[in-house]
């Protein structure tokens, strides 16, 4: 029990520290802000890519460039958050992306639970919806949204939901998982510090599914959360409904642009009968493929891209 205060000490101690040297790192060089994190542009996901610290994934922090996370009280079965602003105050006017204002992903730190909604907004600028938080444990909540006149980002909280908890391991890495009936393939993998293809593939009862339905303007959504701290990446897909060239299925293309080696869950949503599924699977990049330890290397931090023998095949 006495360590926790000692620690919460040692933290804000660590935080003057650092808000210290920023200031005096920012005065003296005038470095700019870290820009073009969370762009989500395929032609911007290549090669300048090489020098990962110019980039943190999203969702790592809860306040970044003026905005925060705040959860407020909600009723029981709710969840409610605010984003307040550079000026201080509740944001209340968000720019449409993927057909929402706000996307709320959950999951819990072992990586399970994973649910993708869209809470609505009250004009006092509080976001609520049915919670999505299924039960208990150690939550990462991420606010995934772009407040008009900013730019897209993604902020990360912790929410505990007390109650006895069994962890559970990571599944272990797979090509082939089955969600609601249906049979989700995955071909490609993600490659640290490149863009690289990842196909998913659906069938149903051996055969393929042809008229997937579009879900927030795409075939297929992909969330990807890194084992460790969880950090997001959000990706999209390779073409859209209705440009001339993209089938509904039976297989969606995302360009998939992983900041490190590690293991990640993939959460694939996609629409399907009138409801959407989520089909998940592990991959550790860096590694061979499946069959191999599931619990794969710790995340590098990116510290060894470009290293040769890192990448594939
Ligand atoms: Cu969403």
Redesign the pocket.
């Known amino acids: 029990m006495r360590t926790v205060p000692r620690l919460a000490g040692f933290v804000v101690g660590l935080a003057a520290v650092f808000g210290a040297t920023y200031g005096v790192g920012r005065v003296v060089d005038r470095s700019p802000v870290v820009e073009g994190r969370h762009d989500g542009d395929a032609a911007h996901a290549t090669e300048e890519r090489g020098e990962p610290a110019d980039r943190i994934p999203g969702g790592l922090l809860v306040s970044d460039r003026g905005y925060t996370l705040d959860p407020v009280d909600a009723p029981g079965g709710q969840f409610a958050f605010r984003i307040t602003g550079p000026d201080g105050q509740p944001v209340t006017r968000y720019d449409v992306a993927?057909?929402?204002r706000?996307?709320?992903?959950v999951a819990r730190r072992d990586l399970s639970g994973f649910r993708?909604?869209?809470p609505d907004l009250a004009a006092d600028g509080t976001w609520r919806v049915g919670t999505p938080l299924t039960g208990p444990g150690q939550w990462r909540a991420f606010a995934?949204f772009t407040p008009t006149g900013g730019e897209p980002l993604t902020l990360g909280v912790d929410v505990t939901v007390p109650g006895a908890l069994t962890e559970r391991p990571l599944p272990a890495p797979a090509t082939s998982t089955t969600v609601d009936g249906y049979t989700v393939t995955l071909t490609g993998a993600p490659q640290p510090g490149r863009t690289a293809p990842l196909t998913f593939t659906v069938s149903r009862d051996g055969r393929p599914v042809t008229d997937l339905e579009p879900y927030?303007g795409a075939y297929g959504?992909l969330v990807a959360l890194r084992r460790g701290d969880l950090a997001y990446l959000h990706m999209h897909p390779d073409g859209t409904p209705g440009d001339g060239r993209t089938q509904p299925g039976p297989a969606v293309t995302f360009l998939a642009d992983v900041p490190s080696t590690g293991s990640y869950r993939l959460y694939l949503d996609f629409r399907h009968g009138g409801a959407v599924h989520t089909a998940e699977f592990t991959v550790v990049t860096g590694t061979p493929p499946p069959g191999s330890d599931p619990s794969g290397p710790a995340p590098s931090g990116g510290a060894d891209h470009g290293t040769p023998g890192h990448g594939h095949n």
């Open positions: 993927h057909d929402k706000m996307h709320l992903i993708h909604v869209h995934d927030l959504h």
